[in-house]
């Protein structure tokens, strides 16, 4: 699970196992976790995060969509 991304609290990583998947990224804080995919930017799932901590990571996943992005495909390209 390599992390892509640390910002504060949240950590965005990615799964070796989410290679045949559209680029996306895991965050998570403590014991919760959520997952966005980056092309477009959009919620996928939910585990624990309240609606307004959601909204936060929402503008951190744009913000860093292109570093997200890069790591992505490092990631699965090698």
Request: charged share 30%.
């Amino acid at each position: 699970m390599p992390t892509l991304l640390t910002i504060g609290p949240y950590r965005f990583f990615c799964y070796a196992g989410d290679r045949d998947e559209p680029p996306h990224v895991h965050i998570e804080r403590d014991k919760d976790e959520t997952k966005f995919w980056l092309t477009p930017v959009r919620l996928q799932n939910n585990n624990g995060f309240s609606r307004k901590e959601i909204n936060r990571i929402h503008k951190l996943v744009e913000e860093h969509q292109e570093q997200l992005l890069e790591g992505w495909y490092d990631f699965f390209d090698n």
